[in-house]
């Protein structure tokens, strides 16, 4: 190679690498903007006059109890907030696991429920609303969470145990997944026989995915979860794009690609886990996100793997927008409005990779 070969490639490289990073400054400045924009949104607040709420607030300005300003602030943030910041985080999290999944299964179609988690934590949450258990108080909702949580785990240990004596192909883990998916679902289904109607109600929202019953309590577990979440796979971000090339390139190059598909499955799993524990199920989110971030940015995990967290947090808080902008036409769960804006776009970036413009 040249002298100037050698200069032109580093100066595509540069301007490569300063597209991708501005690209993510961008996301991250427009998913600051769209939440912001969310709390405004029905609270009978300007947008200018909702920022500076919460700006005063962060920065520990104090009110005269009971004043207009004091009451701003505690609607904005008692009641409009923690539905706004759990979509943000669910959405990071399930996007995150979604990009994991694709990666170490090597299948543009895996995502955040591969392993069949969302049908076990669908059991789980069923049983104890049938049960009795509600959102009307807080044990109620806690043991809703706790058994969701439980429910969703189970699949995953299944699928751990049964790849050590069946294998640890990619093919292999989808197919145990998706058994496990149609049996847990159909235990879903006995289950919801026998239930009274309040009840089989409140389990079909469940089910549906929302964030209207959120609140600060349930953020700790799902922030933590999420952050050392993305912080691990960052770091691993190298082995992901090797896992990429295919599971013989990655063994030649010296990767362990059963362990490490197998760590990642368990880290996904338990993100997952704490995460629609509290939401319920929310679908296409770990599909699409890192499908439209690897479009835009490419295949290079160092990022596609922020571009994704950031993607999918700007996209279920502009969902969680629309579910409540629609609430005049009835109560539309968050995990319907996904659903509706997910399966189009999907479907778009499938038409466009069949124009030989892949998106994987």
């Known amino acids: 190679m040249s002298a100037d070969e050698f200069e032109s490639g580093k100066e595509a490289y540069k301007s490569s690498l300063s597209r991708k990073v501005t690209f993510l400054v961008v996301c991250l400045l427009i998913l600051i903007l769209t939440t912001v924009i969310s709390c405004s949104v029905g609270t009978g607040y300007e947008f200018t006059k909702t920022l500076q709420v919460i700006w005063d607030h962060i920065t520990g300005t104090t009110y005269t109890p009971r004043s207009p300003d004091w009451w701003a602030d505690y609607y904005i943030f008692n009641n409009v907030m923690p539905g706004v910041i759990m979509a943000l985080i669910a959405g990071a999290g399930l996007a995150l696991a ?16 591969t392993t069949g988690i969302s049908s076990g934590a669908c059991l789980g949450a069923v049983v104890a ?20 949580f439980i429910g969703s785990l189970i699949p995953a240990i299944i ?4 790849v050590r004596y069946v294998g640890n192909s990619p093919s292999t883990i989808i ?13 879903v289904t006995l289950v919801m026989i026998t239930a009274s109607a309040e009840g089989l109600q409140d389990a079909y929202i469940w089910q549906v995915g929302s964030v ?6 349930d953020m700790p577990l799902m922030v933590v979860m999420t952050i050392a979440s993305a912080v691990l796979v960052q770091l691993s971000s190298s082995k992901l794009n090797i896992m990429s090339l295919g599971e013989k390139s990655a063994k030649s190059l010296g990767l362990d690609v059963v362990e490490f598909r197998m760590l990642c499955i368990i880290l996904a799993s338990v993100l997952i886990a704490s995460i629609i524990s509290f939401t319920g199920i929310i679908g296409f989110i770990g599909l699409v996100a890192p499908h439209i971030t690897r479009f835009l940015v ?8 922020p571009g994704s967290i950031i993607m999918g947090s700007t996209v279920l808080v502009l969902a969680d927008l629309a579910s409540r902008m629609l609430a005049t ?15 189009p776009v999907f479907l778009y970036l499938i038409v466009r990779k069949k124009s030989h413009k892949d998106v994987y």
């Not at 979604?98 to 429920?113: F, K, R």
């Not at 609303?129 to 969701?148: E, H, K, M, P, R």
């Not at 209207?212 to 309590?217: D, I, L």
């Not at 036409?329 to 399966?343: K, Q």
């Open 129 to 148: 609303i049938i049960v009795g258990f509600s959102y009307s108080t807080i044990i109620s909702g806690a043991g809703i969470v706790i058994n969701a």
């Open 98 to 113: 979604g990009t994991v999944m694709q990666s170490i299964m090597e299948n543009p179609l895996a995502d955040a429920y």
């Open 159 to 162: 699928v751990i145990l049964l």
């Open 298 to 305: 490419g295949g290079d995990n160092k990022f596609v793997v």
């Open 329 to 343: 036409f009835g109560n539309i769960p968050l995990g319907v409005v996904m659903s509706f804006i997910g399966a």
């Open 175 to 187: 197919l145990i997944g998706t058994a496990l998916t149609f049996f847990f679902n159909s235990l």
């Open 212 to 217: 209207t019953n959120a609140s600060w309590s």
